[in-house]
């Protein structure tokens, strides 16, 4: 890997910073959060539409079908500096989750329909993965997808942990589907907003993202809602997993970034004694542990992003598995660690509602928590070594 960005990355990091700062500011994200704890089905329009603009929205979608056609890398720039501001977008939703699903394994006809939309930020999708047991396993899928007689098919069960779900305009569901005569197989079945039988309620939001819980009571898809061949849908989902937890770690790099930069302000422009509280030696070595944690993060989250470029034949799965695991491990303890040092530094101020400190804080803590938490990706890492 070149640790040395190209001008490219360079400006787009850079251009997505000051949108970051400029665009998606703490006022932005209170009014976002109180909606989604009323909840309120909406999102910001407006921000998933300048995303769009930009082009972020597409950078990893093919360009054939209206995005940029780079890299992870690339994705991973852009959401390691909207990670900086503390307002969540939907990118995770509609780009990473179902975005790069339809790219991936969808039919020609589903990447014409909604990838140039995804793009340009006019459409919200998400995936419907997880259900009560909290961890994805094929073998454990409840939520089954049954042939229909006349073609396509009819999905019974239940899903939780659904980010966007209520703004989105169709849910990849992944249900279980034994017709294929695999064992067990998983299909991916797109379902789209206001399909009868489909039950959205709202879950306490993690950090202002919305999340809800979705019933799927007889809901009937035809067979164009397919994504891939019939219960072949596995594989896709844990590119899915490995690219989410990948990205993930890019986000908390961001969010490290923003508690010491405010740690760093804080520091210098407090008082106490007569001087700035960075002077003293404690406080400077608070600010230096917070430092090397960000900066060790954000290494092993662009090699994670730049591994996963590379997993159809470059590098060996083995490698790719290696340096997702150790990504997301790192970044999930290590920066919701970091935040807390910066509310050492901070004091009683750090958890004032005003303050944005608090904020990054929940935001660490969830982010931690998506795609597999540190210890289950420290198995994951142990299995390869």
């Known amino acids: ?52 603009s930009l082009g972020w929205s597409g950078a990893a979608l093919p360009a054939a079908q209206g995005g940029e056609g780079l890299g992870l890398l ?5 959401i390691e500096a909207c990670g900086t501001a503390p307002l969540p977008t939907t990118l995770f939703g509609s780009v990473v989750e179902a975005g790069l699903l ?30 009560q047991e909290g961890e994805f396993a094929a073998s454990a899928l409840r939520t089954r ?20 779900a209520g703004a989105a305009d169709a849910v990849i569901v992944a249900a279980r ?56 849908g596995r594989e896709h989902v844990e590119r899915l997993l490995a690219r989410g937890a990948a990205l993930k770690a890019a986000e ?11 740690t760093l302000d804080y520091a210098r422009e407090r008082t106490q004694f007569g001087r700035p509280i960075g002077s003293f030696q404690a406080v400077q070595h608070h600010c230096a542990d917070i430092y090397r944690e960000v900066a060790a993060c954000r290494l092993l989250a662009y090699r994670a992003a730049w591994s996963l470029d590379r997993a159809d034949g470059e590098l060996p799965p083995s490698a790719v598995r290696r340096a997702v695991a150790s990504a997301k491990a790192k970044a999930s303890e290590a920066i919701p660690w970091a935040t807390r040092l910066a509310h050492q530094v901070h ?25 597999g938490d540190a210890r289950y990706h420290r198995r994951r890492l142990a299995g390869v070594l």
Do not use: C, N
């Not at 690339?74 to 852009?78: G, S």
């Open 1 to 52: 890997m070149d640790l040395v960005a190209s001008e490219e990355q360079r400006l787009l990091r850079d251009a997505a910073l000051l949108f970051a700062r400029e665009r998606m500011g703490h006022e932005r994200a209170r009014a976002l959060e109180q909606r989604a704890a009323a909840g309120d089905h909406a999102h910001d329009a407006e921000l998933a539409s300048e995303l769009g």
């Open 74 to 78: 690339e994705l991973a720039l852009v």
């Open 102 to 131: 339809i790219a991936g394994g969808g039919s020609d006809e589903q990447r014409a329909r909604w990838l140039p939309r995804i793009a340009a930020g006019e459409a919200v999708l998400t995936a419907a993965l997880l259900e």
């Open 145 to 164: 997808a049954e042939p229909r007689a006349g073609g396509g098919y009819r999905i019974e069960g239940a899903k939780v942990l659904v980010r966007d």
């Open 177 to 232: 589907d034994d017709s294929a005569g695999q064992a067990p197989g998983v299909s991916l079945l797109l379902v789209e907003r206001g399909t009868p039988g489909l039950e959205l309620r709202p879950q306490p939001p993690a950090a202002g993202e919305p999340l809800f819980s979705l019933r799927l009571d007889g809901v009937e898809v035809g067979q164009e809602a397919l994504l891939g061949p019939p219960g072949a």
């Open 252 to 262: 908390l790099v961001g969010i490290g970034q923003a508690a010491l930069d405010l």
């Open 347 to 371: 004091g009683g101020v750090g958890y004032y509602r005003d303050y944005p400190l608090e904020i990054f804080t929940r935001r660490a803590i969830a982010a931690a928590a998506a795609y």
